[in-house]
């Protein structure tokens, strides 16, 4: 099974909701136009709505980019989880299955826009919003750092951890917003280089 088509079986598209349309279509709006310019008006036309309409399901425009990263988040971590749970003991297969999972995470169509959206705009989240976002942010660190003491404990980290974390999410995200093939092949490959540069086994 390729990874796109088994990150499907972990991953469902959510339910046609109202509410999950809104969050879908407002994330696809904020990564193209950007949270500042994307305007009520503009989510309710994607979504057929009213625009006023729209905040039946959400008090503001924050509330929903704060729903937006939530959602990304939380539904992400989770895919994490089972995706490790289901690889091999050995600390190298936790660390590509990490990596690839977040690659994909950035990759598949239903589900990139929210965790761009989440590196993008996460200076637009009223500050209000933002603890419950942090708690998720710090638990998906922890599943790393985790991860990243196993291979220390094994001699296998050519990098500080600290300078590793940052050198691999930052540029997954940054492969995650501007990698043309999406291909299982073109992720598999680049979970390998990565690999490559940041394990000593290689």
Not at 69 to 98: C, K, W, Y
Not at 180 to 186: F, L, N
Request: charge should be positive; glycine fraction near 4%.
């Amino acid at each position: 099974m390729s990874d796109l088509k088994k990150f499907a079986t972990l991953y469902p598209e959510a339910p046609d909701s109202r509410r999950n349309m809104i969050l879908r279509e407002s994330a696809k709006l904020f990564y193209e136009k950007g949270y500042s310019k994307t305007t009520a008006r503009d989510i309710g036309a994607a979504v057929g709505m009213l625009n006023g309409s729209i905040f039946y399901y959400f008090p503001s425009k924050g509330h929903i980019l704060a729903a937006v990263i939530n959602e990304a988040m939380s539904r992400g971590e989770r895919v994490v989880h089972q995706a490790l749970a289901e690889a091999p003991p050995d600390p190298r297969d936790r660390f590509e299955t990490l990596i690839r999972t977040h690659l994909v995470l950035l990759c598949r169509e239903d589900s990139r826009y929210a965790h761009l959206v989440a590196n993008s705009e996460w200076k637009h989240v009223p500050e209000e919003l933002r603890h419950s976002l942090r708690r998720l942010n710090e638990s998906y660190r922890k599943v790393w750092w985790q991860i990243m003491d196993e291979l220390d404990e094994i001699g296998l980290l050519r990098l500080p951890r600290n300078v590793l974390y940052r050198f691999c999410v930052g540029g997954l995200n940054w492969t995650g917003r501007s990698q043309v093939d999406k291909s299982p092949e073109a992720i598999n490959e680049i979970v390998r280089q990565i690999r490559k540069l940041v394990l000593c086994d290689c």
